[in-house]
């Protein structure tokens, strides 16, 4: 019998075959749940023994079947996401978690449970801002999850088994921070491309098996001689969710490397540990409402504060992509967006402004969620490219 | 000094643009050919024209710069730059106090930022073809007129009609209501250039409208589209003599800054091989 891949050659192999890990699992008498965007609490499932799995589009599959129940003025990547349940393609899940990502994400999750049907489904209304209000909301919303899950696998999720999910969650966000340290190098020791498949091949897995994955990458990395070329620009990716490769191969075919992301099939949900308090559910419901920084939340400095300033704001809001850009040295951003991403589209002029006043050059680009037409940005990001350079 | 030669070559959606020019930057040769899908496979060709009227061969070429939508497919050329940074750097050579720059060609619509000679910023409309040359050209067809006869034809207007749409299907049908509703032909023309108009003086205007402004490709050559843009930017819109030639012009300028720097430095010019082959747009 052939060894099993290990490393970026496995991380490759559930990139394009996701699933066959799940549902071998599932054979294996364990519990599969879908979950969408990355705000539903992954630690409380882990804690009850369940494998989370993320749910994904595809944007090389047509969508033919979620036009019925989504109009097409809606997010594609979320049509998409229905379209790929519709065909059956997540009928080995147990149950899904959602939350309120945003209107259309959560408009998804009651089309979902009335159509694709998946036995079990919770949705977590998590709030939009961050008053000290809205902390209790979400406190009191993850106590609810709680007793859904346990009612749901007839198990009671103590202190204890939550304490030590959040542990080894935490020790992934560890790993994730250790893979994207060795991009700080020029060139890189890993590429954009295969940053996208590892962190999609540890969405797809259970946590300790994608810990094991990204030891592999990591050590595999380290020493290998075939990594990216130098190229001459390095670069920062915000925006909306990647979960294919082709638009970081897009860019990465021209003279530059992706060298940081802000995305969520990226680092954006790596980036801070959960803290660990005597109530895991303070920890737990502080990281996911506070910590990530994703623009389904809308941070302002000061709440009370009535004299509001946009630049001190655009700070608060956007210093850490500053931090991002000095530490792994880029030399522009760029900015993208699935075309209908209301909240994506509402922070772009608040980025591209934060970065102009930083003296960082950046460039928007609006995709259509189809690997096809990414062509036509060739232009534009090697028209930046030469500009940049 | 020795004479040494560089050629641009523009592959556009519509039309293939060469232009030789020698070391002190005279214009020995250009050539506009449309593309077309036969075309395409022989850029070869239009380059061997190219030649011949300067009285060249391939082999004089010190530098052969690509651009355009083809530009990664021309398998004789040396270096490949986008149309972007060619047209901002062709157009400076005419007007070197361009501070904004508009190209229509046929496939899109872009919006140059310019400051001495170099890009800044830039715009393009999105993947549609609406508002650019092929846009033109259908509703010209639907008119049962040459595209080249609409500028003319519109300067007659005495109150130019309103055209709401530009997606040119549905542009089209307005055009097919508003002449059946015994609309003047020329008030019809008028208002489709001021669609067009309208439309990229909103999306250049993201990168401030501040005087030269001119105005290439294709479209230009459309004397009431200029003058539609003038009245949508509220500025003279300058046109140079030949408004295809800027992006070829400024492949074969950069072709030469590149050249020279490298033999500045004492460094070898990295180029290509010289035979001249077709175009592999499909392949």
């Known amino acids: 019998m052939a060894e099993p891949s290990k490393g970026l050659l496995r991380a490759q192999e559930i990139y394009q075959d996701r699933s066959h890990r799940a549902i071998e699992l599932r054979e294996q008498g364990k519990k599969i749940m879908g979950y969408l965007c990355i705000y539903p609490v992954l630690e409380m499932m882990t804690a009850l023994d369940i494998v989370p799995y993320r749910i994904l589009g595809d944007m090389r599959e047509p969508i033919t079947r979620a036009d019925s129940y989504m109009p097409a003025v809606n997010c594609p990547f979320l049509r998409s996401c229905l379209d790929l349940g519709l065909k059956g393609k997540y009928s080995f899940l147990d149950g899904i978690v959602t939350t309120h990502i945003c209107d259309v994400g959560s408009s998804l999750s009651g089309i979902w449970n009335y159509t694709v049907r998946t036995p079990f489904s919770h949705h977590i209304d998590t709030p939009h801002t961050l008053h000290e209000t809205s902390l209790q909301q979400e406190k009191g919303l993850l106590q609810d999850y709680r007793k859904a899950l346990e009612n749901f696998t007839g198990q009671k999720m103590t202190t204890e088994k939550l304490k030590e999910a959040i542990r080894v969650h935490n020790e992934q966000r560890v790993l994730v921070r250790g893979l994207y340290e060795l991009k700080k190098q020029d060139p890189p020791l890993i590429s954009g491309v295969e940053t996208i498949q590892v962190i999609k091949a540890i969405q797809s897995l259970p946590v300790d098996e994608g810990n094991e994955l990204i030891r592999e990458v990591i050590s595999e990395v380290k020493e290998r001689s075939d990594g990216p070329p130098h190229k001459s620009a390095r670069l920062l990716v915000w925006g909306s969710i990647l979960d294919d490769t082709a638009f970081m191969e897009m860019i990465e075919g021209l003279d530059a490397n992706v060298v940081m992301d802000d995305t969520c099939v990226g680092s954006r949900a790596y980036f801070d540990d959960v803290e660990l308090t005597d109530d895991p559910l303070d920890g737990l419901s502080r990281h996911y409402l506070m910590d990530i920084k994703c623009p389904r939340t809308f941070r302002t400095r000061d709440y009370n504060d009535v004299r509001k300033d946009y630049m001190t704001d655009l700070g608060v809001r956007f210093s850490y992509l500053r931090d991002y850009a000095r530490d792994w040295k880029a030399d522009g951003v760029i900015l993208e967006s699935v075309r209908y991403c209301d909240t994506h589209g509402y922070d772009v002029p608040s980025v591209r402004d934060y970065l102009d006043s930083i003296g960082i050059p950046s460039i928007y680009l609006e995709h259509d969620y189809t690997e096809g037409a990414l062509a036509p940005f060739r232009t534009r990001v090697q028209g930046f490219l030469e500009i940049i350079g | ?283």
């Open chain 2, 1 to 283: 000094m020795v004479r040494i030669y560089f050629a641009g070559i523009d592959l556009g959606s519509t039309m293939t643009k060469i232009v030789i020019i020698d070391n002190d930057e005279q214009i020995l040769a250009y050539l506009v050919h449309h593309t077309g899908a036969e075309h395409r496979h022989l850029a070869n060709r239009v380059m061997e024209e190219g030649l011949e009227k300067a009285s060249l061969s391939i082999d004089d070429i010190s530098f052969v710069m690509a651009t355009g939508y083809g530009r990664i497919n021309v398998p004789f050329s040396d270096h490949q730059v986008t149309e972007l940074s060619c047209h901002a750097r062709g157009i400076a050579s005419f007007f070197p106090n361009v501070h904004l720059a508009i190209d229509i060609g046929g496939q899109d619509a872009k919006g140059l930022k310019i400051r001495e000679g170099k890009l800044l910023d830039f715009v393009m409309s999105d993947k549609c073809a609406a508002g650019t040359g092929r846009f033109l050209e259908v509703i010209a067809a639907t008119l049962g007129l040459e595209v080249e006869d609409l500028g003319d034809i519109s300067l007659r207007s005495t109150q130019k009609a309103s055209v709401s749409s530009i997606c040119t299907v549905f542009a089209q049908q307005e055009v097919v209501n508003h002449l059946s509703g015994g609309i003047p032909l020329e008030d019809v023309v008028a208002g489709l250039h001021d669609a067009i108009a309208g439309r990229t003086a909103r999306m250049v205007r993201r990168l401030k409208v501040e005087p030269d402004v001119v105005f290439t490709g294709g479209v230009a050559k459309n004397i009431g589209v200029v003058r539609a843009l003038e009245e949508n930017l509220g500025c003279p819109v300058l046109v140079p003599e030949e408004p295809l030639l800027s992006g070829a012009l400024g492949a074969a300028l950069l072709g030469k800054e590149l050249t020279l720097k490298a033999l500045a430095a004492g460094e070898t010019i990295q180029t290509g091989k010289r035979r001249l082959d077709k175009a592999t747009f499909f392949e």
